[in-house]
Antibody, heavy 117, light 106 residues
Framework: QVQLVESGGGLVKPGGSLRLSCAAS????????MSWIRQAPGKGLEWVSY????????NYADSVKGRFTISRDNAKNSVYLQMNSLRAEDTAVYYC??????????WGQGTLVTVSS | IQLTQSPSSLSASVGDRVTITCRAS??????LAWYQQKPGKAPNLLIY???TLQSGVPSRFSGSGSGTDFTLTISSLQPEDFATYYC?????????FGGGTKVEIK
């Protein structure tokens, strides 16, 4: 079945970096757009970034532009989120999801990123 | 585009009819989706294109609306429906979610 599994979350100091990974299975990953969405503790959902299939066009929320980089490795059926210059307000559960025609479906189980000194 | 959901929370009993609204700050046609999120879990797609039920979603869920005003209706609330519901615009960047509506047990 379609499955997405995130990893790489953890505790990091402000200004630090972290790389999240999302391993996909059960669908043709190379043909799929992928996205990251985050949810701060007790808060709502915030779209972070997406990457297209093929030429790998990317797009970012203003809140992370210039600090986060999304990438993919079709040979490994994986999408990544490199997060630099992390701030306290980046603390959240980060979900990856398949992105198609504006929709996020399915979602992974999420990985928690905590930015704190 | 801003999406405003109301109410932010509600209490209801099993068997109740529940309606959640989502208002867009400008017209978005029918480019709207609804998600359900249970505590500690990832969101799950319920409805897209404002009124199309995702495969496997019970028929007690329905969506309607176009332009700026949308509704999610649960015709007869079941115990497994107690969750937070989010709307999302599909055709504008940045992709935006509503603030969420928490449905609690009365």
């Amino acid at each position: 079945q379609v499955q997405l599994v995130e990893s790489g979350g953890g505790l990091v100091k402000p200004g630090g970096s972290l790389r999240l990974s999302c391993a996909a299975s059960g669908f043709t990953f190379s043909d799929s757009f992928m996205s990251w969405i985050r949810q701060a503790p007790g808060k709502g959902l915030e779209w972070v970034s997406y990457i297209s299939s093929g030429i790998a066009y990317t797009n970012y929320a203003d809140s992370v532009k210039g600090r986060f980089t999304i990438s993919r490795d079709n040979a490994k059926n994986s999408v990544y989120l490199q997060m630099n210059s992390l701030r306290a307000e980046d603390t959240a559960v980060y979900y990856c999801a398949r992105y198609r025609e504006g929709l996020f479906d399915p979602w992974g189980q999420g990985t928690l990123v905590t930015v704190s000194s | 585009i801003q999406l405003t959901q109301s109410p932010s929370s509600l209490s209801a009993s099993v068997g109740d009819r529940v309606t959640i609204t989502c208002r867009a700050s400008q017209g978005i046609g029918t480019y709207l989706a609804w998600y359900q999120q249970k505590p500690g879990k990832a969101p799950n797609l319920l409805i897209y294109a404002a009124s199309t039920l995702q495969s496997g979603v019970p028929s007690r869920f329905s969506g309607s609306g176009s332009g700026t005003d949308f509704t999610l209706t649960i015709s007869s609330l079941q115990p497994e429906d107690f969750a937070t519901y989010y709307c999302q615009v599909l055709n504008r960047y940045p992709l935006t979610f509503g603030g969420g509506t928490k449905v609690e047990i009365k």
